[in-house]
């Protein structure tokens, strides 16, 4: 393998930090190059058939699609961070899935257009981390001491909600003791902790305000307060 990686990516894409997080775990030297998604430049759309980050440049060769790239990551370099056991990696990788699913509902939750649509969208989000409360142990990550991929997902998602809670306490994680905790663990962490900049906040409330969405209006009624 050629050093240093090339991790293409956008400041505030979750999936981008997936990567980031796997490549800080297995401490591979590597340099990340920003691209504006809304305006990408010729060479990125050369590599990125899809058109979306992260992409991961391995020796000039392009690996795109976050979990291809996780996988590519823990198969090629140690420490491993999926379960050894098969049956056990099968249902880490489910778990990613869900992760995915909870990423869709959080654009739900942030895109809805009126207060009732937002809070159907939070009580959807809130079934989610009951879901994840059934399937979690003593912690302090999600297969216990050993830090997974499926940790390296949820870092991401739960970041959202350290913006999300300067809004409102919408009661997310109001009944799911195990998933607080989880989340305040993986937030401490150097490698979930350093996939952003120091930015990240500002950056995404730039964002979400920009949005003509219930929780942007909200955001917004909270800055005339203030």
């Not at 590597?30 to 590599?47: K, M, N």
Request: proline share 7%; with cysteine.
């Amino acid at each position: 393998m050629f050093q240093p990686l090339i991790l293409v990516s956008h400041h505030l894409c979750p999936y981008v930090q997936r990567a980031a997080i796997l490549l800080a775990e297995k401490r591979v030297p590597s340099e990340r190059r920003y691209v504006d998604l809304a305006s990408p430049p010729d060479w990125f759309l050369a590599i990125s058939p899809l058109r979306k980050v992260p992409v991961l440049l391995v020796d000039d060769r392009p690996i795109f699609e976050s979990a291809v790239i996780c996988e590519y990551l823990d198969e090629t370099i140690g420490p491993r961070l999926h379960p050894a056991d098969p049956l056990e990696r099968a249902r880490h990788r489910s778990w990613m899935e869900f992760g995915s699913a909870v990423l869709d509902n959080i654009w739900r939750f942030y895109t809805a257009d009126d207060a009732r649509t937002l809070r159907h969208h939070i009580d959807d989000l809130t079934d989610r981390m009951s879901q994840l409360e059934s399937e979690l142990g003593s912690g302090p990550y999600f297969a216990g001491a050993q830090f997974s991929i499926v940790d390296a997902v949820f870092g991401p998602i739960f970041r959202y909600f350290d913006v999300f809670d300067t809004v409102a306490d919408f009661g997310v994680f109001r009944h799911t003791p195990k998933v607080r905790a989880w989340r305040q663990n993986l937030g401490e962490r150097d490698s979930v902790r350093d996939a952003v900049d120091a930015h990240y906040p500002e950056r995404l409330r730039e964002f979400l305000l920009q949005r003509n969405s219930a929780l942007a209006e909200r955001m917004r009624r909270m800055q005339a307060v203030t």
